[in-house]
């Protein structure tokens, strides 16, 4: 499988950015997803995590209110709408594929990673 991470861009703060997250050579439909993100100097952590059903779904408290994970299994795809951008969210951003059915907050869970889209939110 290859995840291709699309939609990040330059954004004024309070501005809003749609990422995509496209799979390619097999089915994520049974897979719980992930995004993460990177920022200059900092550890990876945790954004969104969706079940592979979509029927639940997991934000970091940062981000809660202001984002919102969905997929499209039909198109093998997954989404992390952002809203509300504030500065602090620029990073470098990851979707993942889990281990599980759960989009968990652990990266451990997680076997494959796409490359990332770049994400910056100026003030």
């Known amino acids: 499988v290859q995840l291709q991470a699309s939609g990040g861009g330059l954004v004024q703060a309070g501005g809003s950015l749609r990422l995509s997250c496209a799979a390619s050579?097999?089915?994520?439909?049974?897979?719980?997803m992930g995004w993460f993100r990177q920022a200059p100097g900092k550890e990876r952590e945790f954004v969104a995590g969706?079940?592979?059903?979509?029927?639940?779904?997991s934000l970091a408290d940062s981000v809660k209110g202001r984002f919102v994970i969905s997929r499209d299994n039909a198109k093998n795809t997954v989404y992390l709408q952002m809203n509300s951008l504030k500065p602090e969210d620029t990073a470098v951003y990851y979707c993942a594929v889990s281990n599980t059915g759960w989009g968990t907050p652990r990266e451990d869970d997680y076997k494959l990673w796409g490359r990332g889209t770049q994400v910056t939110v100026s003030s």
């Open positions: 050579g097999r089915t994520i439909s049974n897979s719980g």
């Open positions: 969706i079940r592979w059903s979509g029927g639940s779904t």
